[in-house]
């Protein structure tokens, strides 16, 4: 029998021996590209599943070396070592899941359903494993004692939390049941965003008859035409299609209310349409599993379990925030719909408001009160000089600077890549951007990585970030015209991305920030997309190049916090609904439609309001990112509103110092400290409700 050390040496050979191995697979070879980003025109997609194969195997290496190494646990033969390993796990499983979301088709997808019990199972086998967890809570029993730094303390505590959230204090027939869980969870995620991405092409309002084009603007009615002419079925006609830039416009422009209803409707029954896609038995298996696995682990309630792990800590905390929210933004949302159903009797006397018709309306208020409609801003927001805006801001803020990549693969035409620089010249990373819809995109936007910044060695890994969104398209000779939510939208995506590339972290299993904290760094940047003096800088005609005039930029800061009541309540209503479905200590043979119709009239939404995402295309919710964590945007407001008063307070938008400390205090130190220490850090104090009101204008 070979000696402990002796197999402790073989693994290791084993896993050196593994970077020579698959040649031929370009996702297993050293990426000799700008800034070792991925090599997207040599991988095939044939290249997936072997890749991440090998990447578990290797992985399984690494941890079968630290458990059999014989020496006493340390931090670093023990917590360094599990918090660096999987690095080619990590590297090749990044790119498959990115682009599953940004740019997928049949086969990868089927490939995802393949792998995700594979996957799974992987890391169940780490998170349980009785001998590597021994090792772990070895030296967390004795991290007071170990000398060790504020960094590495964190880190086995965080390790050590992290385990026993992933069961490795349960008995062996609980841990089985809980990889069944897993298993299971993770299917019905992947089907559940499967499902919708379908649904969601499936659709198209196919229109023929000009006078069906009535109230529709010109660049509107271009990029349907577009739509239509790429298919030799439709040439010649309009297709619009349940992608925002195309549903939305055409919800507050069209005058054909029947065909409002018709798109509205079909974007409103995603996943509701008693087919193959259908959503509703997949939540209600959702739900219930995910309410096991919280009684497993020892929590009444999902929602209890992902909590103990977020600022907001009980659901309790959470239901406070969403009712003191929930009372002011109703009463407006009420008031609102008063003025809207005054104008709709106009035009159709006794008819009452309904979904379909808020948008609509809503336009001609701001026309009315404002003198401001959406058609007269978008030419001063051409997609190019917006992202010009963006980078003048990140620069002003932190010195930081953006210049194109023009030599890198990219994995679809007119995906960009940037490289970010400090002010001195030092490499910080790199910034994909991906703007436009197509079929292989799932909806909304988002920002991920291809590599998230760690350390190897002593020495910073720089991290290739990207930022993906669903932003109106170029039609004909208009370039890509954004509306101001997709500006905001812009700017909210870039402070994710600036919270990845300032990024310092030592390890791993402290980079991440809570995901109630993570809304943070994405909303502060919104504060700076409308004010005047930014505005100056970006905001110039396409055709023109005119800045913005001084009475449409004032326009625009009056009309704020118009249309407050809707944009509130909508999205409290989908955190009320996720928070609802995950607080069930019963969660047995849910009925999808009346639990979510009980919840609505629970906390009294006004029919003419539904929730921003109804439970069949609630992806937030049901595919993981934000389970029992929608309310996320809503606390990260209450910091984020009262962060931007440290600027303000300065009266410089830019003030350096207050940008340094938000920095050096924040985005550089990701889960190095509590969330709340973090804040205190930066602004010297605990934030209060007060700003968040004041700027969605609901304060008393």
Known sequence: MKSAVGIFIIILMMIGSTRSQNTSNPLLQEWKTPFQVPPFDQIRNADYEPAIQE?????????????????????????????QSGELLDRVSSVFYALNSANTNPEMME???????????????????????????????????????????????????????????????????????????????????????????????????????????????????????????????????????????????????DLRKKMLDAYMNRGNNNNKQDNKETISQLVKLRQEKGKLLGYPTWADFVLADRMALTPANVYHLLNQVWEPASKMAREEEVVLQSLLAKDYPGTILEPYDWRFYSEKVMKQNYDLNEEVVKPYLQLENVRKGVFYVANQLYGITFTEVKDAPVYYPGVTLWECKEGDGTHLGVLYLDFHPRAGKKGGAWCGAYRTQSY??????????????????????????????????????????????????????????????????????????FQPEVLKIYAKHYQTGQVIPDDLTTKIEKSSKYGQGFKTTEYLAASFLDMDYHTLQN??????????????????????????????????????????????YIWAEVLDADAFQAFLET????????????????LEKGGSKEAMKLYVDFRGKEPGIGPLLENRGLKK
């Open 55 to 83: 990447g578990i195997r290797v992985h399984q290496a690494e941890i079968d070396a630290i458990i059999a190494n014989p020496a006493i646990p340390t931090f670093d033969n023990t917590i360094l070592a599990i918090d």
């Open 111 to 257: 490939i995802a359903r393949m792998l995700s019990p594979i996957v799974t199972r992987h890391s169940d086998d780490i998170n349980l494993n009785p001998e590597l967890y021994k090792k772990i809570r070895t030296i967390y029993e004795q991290r007071e004692a170990l000398g060790l730094d504020p960094d590495q303390k964190r880190t086995v505590e965080e390790l050590y939390k992290g385990f026993i959230r992933g069961g490795a204090g349960l008995d062996e027939p609980q841990k089985e049941r809980l990889r069944q869980v897993n298993k299971e969870i993770n299917l019905l995620q992947l089907s559940f965003g499967q499902n919708l991405l379908a649904e969601t092409n499936a659709f198209k309002l196919i229109i023929d008859n000009p006078s069906d084009l009535a109230g529709l603007p010109k660049g509107i009615i271009a990029t349907a035409a577009k739509v239509a002419n790429a298919d030799a079925a439709t040439k010649g006609k309009w297709v619009f299609t349940l992608q925002n830039p195309s549903i939305m416009p055409f919800l507050q422009f069209s005058e054909k209310r």
């Open 651 to 666: 009266g410089n938008l830019f003030d350096k110092n207050t940008a340094t400390r938000f920095r050096k205090s924040i």
């Open 456 to 529: 190897k060695n002593g020495k910073r890994v720089a991290p290739a970030m990207t930022i993906v969104t669903n932003f109106s398209a170029p039609a004909g000779n208009q370039p890509s015209l954004l509306t101001q939510d997709e500006a905001e939208t812009f700017f909210h995506e870039f402070g994710h991305a600036l919270a990845g590339l300032l990024r310092n972290a030592k390890y791993d299993a402290i980079a991440s920030f809570p995901r109630d904290f993570v809304e943070l760094p994405s909303q502060i940047m919104e504060h700076w997309a």
């Open 587 to 632: 969660a047995d043979g849910v009925n999808v439609t009346e639990f979510e119709k009980n919840a609505m009239n629970r906390i009294g939404l006004i029919a003419q309001i539904v929730p921003r995402y109804r439970s069949t295309y609630f992806q937030h919710s049901m595919t993981g990112g934000y389970t029992a964590g929608y309310y996320s």
